[in-house]
């Protein structure tokens, strides 16, 4: 009962907020909404308020704000489509700008509750290019290769896409910059590529609420940099098809820490939850922004395309991007609901 209710909780928190982004700028922008759900699927619950109908509905994946005219061409006063193009483009926009608020909250939350992971080298490995180089315990690491290093994980992140490249490292050491040339070496122990730094990846309290907003920010950038990455590397086939999670798979791992977490009491569990959801929120922003037909990003997009030429696409052309789009996400949602379920079987 437990897993169902952490389930419903982070599902439904991260659509609530994506489609109150929506909801609010459509208010603000004098736009009518017709119907705002939680869930897809029939309605369990549901409540008229104005001109809007709330709902909850039977499955707690997705969700969505109903706009009048938003799909139809409805030419009156509180029509979306009657409204400027950067007053729909605000709208639009701001579901996933609301996931990526929710995301730096959460983080904020996380970061003030446990630290933050810090890239400070707690000793290197002999026989490896960072002892070579003279690097030692107590340096903090703050670039590879031009990346801007903020926090352990940006490291393990930029090794993982890049383990055998040459790095150019910079590194902090009582107070001042140092440069090093790290050369991966084959491990026959790990049996992977390494550069000989130990950092611990334990967390380093905050020490007022600045910090505490610096670092939350950082984890946000983390998890967006890691999303538009692997999306990378997927489109490239630079990832197997047994890498790519969907639904089934984000349902088992909440599952799984709540099991593994339930026992050390509430606030570690919903400490957790949190950090799931910073990673499923940043992750359903980026995917939204895609240029993507029948996503927010390909409404975006027409949009875009709208403002500078000054008039807007045909709207029937524009429906049947959105429709060939909308079948080809069905499509993928049927093989990724068909991958995880392989996978666990």
Not at 15 to 24: D, P, S
Not at 129 to 148: C, F, P, V, Y
Not at 212 to 233: C, D, H, K, P
Request: hydrophobic share 50%.
């Amino acid at each position: 009962m437990l897993n169902v209710l952490a389930v419903i909780l982070v599902f439904g928190g991260i659509v609530l907020i994506h489609e109150f982004g929506h909801f609010l700028f459509a208010k603000l922008n004098g736009i009518g909404v017709v119907e705002f759900a939680i869930g897809m699927g029939p309605t369990l619950l549901s409540i008229k308020k104005g001109e809007t109908k709330y709902s909850i509905k039977l499955f707690p994946i997705g969700g969505f704000c109903m706009m009048v005219g938003e799909d139809q061409n409805d030419q009156s006063e509180n029509s979306f489509q009657t409204k400027s193009v950067w007053a729909r483009i605000s709208v639009v926009i701001a579901g996933p700008l609301f996931n990526f608020l929710l995301a730096f909250v959460l983080a904020m939350v996380i970061v003030a509750n446990v630290g933050y992971d810090s890239a400070q080298l707690v000793g290197v490995t002999e026989g490896f290019s960072a002892a070579e180089q003279g690097m030692q315990a107590g340096d903090t690491l703050t670039k590879i290769n031009g990346h801007s290093i903020k926090i352990y994980r940006d490291v393990t992140m930029y090794l993982y896409f890049h383990p055998q490249d040459e790095l150019e490292v910079e590194y902090l050491r009582d107070g001042e910059t140092h440069t090093a040339h790290l050369v991966p070496k084959y491990s026959e122990d790990t049996g992977s590529y390494r550069i000989g730094i130990v950092v611990s990846g334990q967390r380093v309290p905050t020490k007022n609420f600045l910090e505490v907003m610096q670092y939350g920010a950082y984890e946000v950038r983390f998890w967006i940099t890691n999303v538009v990455q692997s999306l990378g590397y997927a489109l490239r086939g630079q990832v197997s098809s047994d890498e790519i999670g969907g639904p089934v798979r984000i349902v088992g791992m909440i599952g799984s820490t709540v099991e593994q977490t339930k026992d050390y009491g509430m606030a570690v569990l919903l400490l957790n939850l949190a950090n799931i959801s910073v990673l499923l929120s940043a992750n359903l922003g980026v995917m939204n922004l895609l240029p993507i037909p029948a996503l927010d990003g390909g409404r975006l997009l027409f949009m875009l395309v709208e403002a500078v030429r000054g008039k807007p696409i045909s709207a029937e052309k524009e429906g049947m991007v959105h429709l060939a789009g909308f079948a080809i996400l069905m499509v993928l949602m049927v093989f990724l609901l068909f991958n995880d379920i392989r996978n666990i079987f």
